[in-house]
């Protein structure tokens, strides 16, 4: 699949700085990554913002036209619904069809899950999507991936068990882990800890010879590097990645005051500067992008609503990786033998 130019339907309409951070990060994308894009959304406002941002003569830019947008105040089945045309809908078909190989959207991400579900479909197997969020850890070069981070509030023993085999499947061939070790976010090491989801959860992850479960993980394990994969529930997994995007921020913040001041203050920021910019890259979401949603038959990033050039361009190479490394297929080829294992305890059942 890496031989040809993947095509990246982006949803040009969706977040808080489209379409113009969007179209711009997208033209970037397009130029520096061998993908082609195709821009999702009003081509009134998309087709003017291609010539600003230097896309205008590239054959790997193109528009399609969408007449409508879902907002963030509505309701995301309602809207897809009544809005068959919105961006988000428009882009999702394009996969379904077949026109384009992933679907990047900053919109609304309760109705790109919605969309994703209802014209794309699961994964024969897995019950329920994860949002899977690839952060940094205190390892240079190595990142954990935690899901769900907030696809499902609610969740199921045997949900978590196929997160964990997802964000395995994921961490081996696109993050590059031979032997990816997956933890159980809970209050303690200990395998008696926890809720009656973290039990019984904690035993179906240690009984999976798929899954290269290590154990529980804490809070304060997350960002270790010890773990390749957190396995949790969207509630817990939400709150995890906003106090971490919030970490990064506050860390910046921090440094940027007690930076010193004056003429010395600017030669020692000069000789810094490479390490600044390079704890920079390594804490700021920016670098990351968006988050895979895993179970639906369709690549989908869903990147931050606040997402500008930086992270769109982020959340397409994320959208390409996924697509050249196949993980589509591996997951669906990983997770034959627990169908077929299901089969044969069904049927002895009976």
Same mark, same amino acid.
């Given at each position: 699949m890496g031989l040809t130019r993947a095509r990246i339907a982006v949803d040009a309409m969706g977040g808080d700085f489209a379409p113009e951070e969007i179209v711009a990060g997208a033209i970037q994308a397009s130029a520096e990554l061998e993908v082609d894009v195709l821009l999702v959304g009003d081509e009134k406002q998309i087709e003017p913002l291609i010539k600003k941002h230097g896309g205008q003569d590239s054959e790997h830019v193109k528009v399609v036209h969408a007449e409508d947008v879902?907002?963030?105040?509505?309701?995301?089945?309602?809207?897809?619904?009544?809005k068959p045309k919105a961006s988000i809908n428009v882009a999702m078909n394009l996969v379904k069809q077949k026109e384009a190989d992933a679907v990047v959207s900053a919109g609304h991400s309760g109705a790109a899950m919605a969309s994703a579900l209802l014209r794309l479909g699961r994964i024969k197997g897995i019950e329920r999507p994860a949002i899977g969020a690839v952060l940094p850890t205190i390892i240079p070069g190595k990142s954990v991936i935690v899901l769900d981070v907030g696809a499902n509030v609610d969740c199921k023993p045997k949900y978590l068990e196929q997160f964990a085999l997802m964000?395995?499947?994921?961490?081996?061939?696109?993050?590059?882990?031979?032997?990816?070790?997956v933890g159980l976010l809970n209050i303690g090491e200990e395998s008696?800890?926890?809720? $009656?989801? !973290?039990?019984t959860t904690h035993k179906l992850l240690t009984d999976n010879p798929q899954i290269p479960f290590l154990g529980n993980a804490e809070g304060r394990d997350v960002l270790s590097g010890e773990f390749d994969i957190i396995v949790c529930d969207g509630f817990v997994g939400n709150v995890v990645l906003k106090f971490a995007e919030a970490i990064g921020e506050v860390m910046m913040q921090i440094m940027k005051e007690e930076l010193p001041k004056g003429l010395h203050g600017k030669v020692g920021t000069a000789i810094l500067k490479p390490n600044l910019m390079n704890i920079?890259?390594?804490? $700021?979401? !920016?670098e990351h992008g968006g988050a895979l949603l895993f179970g639906v038959a369709g690549i989908c990033i869903i990147s931050h609503g606040s997402s500008r050039r930086g992270s769109m361009f982020s959340a397409i190479r994320l959208a390409k990786e996924a697509i050249d490394n196949e993980v589509l297929e591996k997951i669906k080829a990983n997770n034959q033998p627990r169908l077929e294992a299901d089969k044969q305890t069904e049927a002895s059942a009976t």
């Open positions: 879902i907002t963030m105040k509505e309701e995301p089945l309602v809207g897809i619904r009544r964000g395995t499947i994921y961490s081996r061939y696109v993050l590059g882990r031979e032997e990816p070790q008696s800890k926890g809720n $009656d989801l !973290a039990l920079k890259r390594r804490i $700021d979401r !920016a």
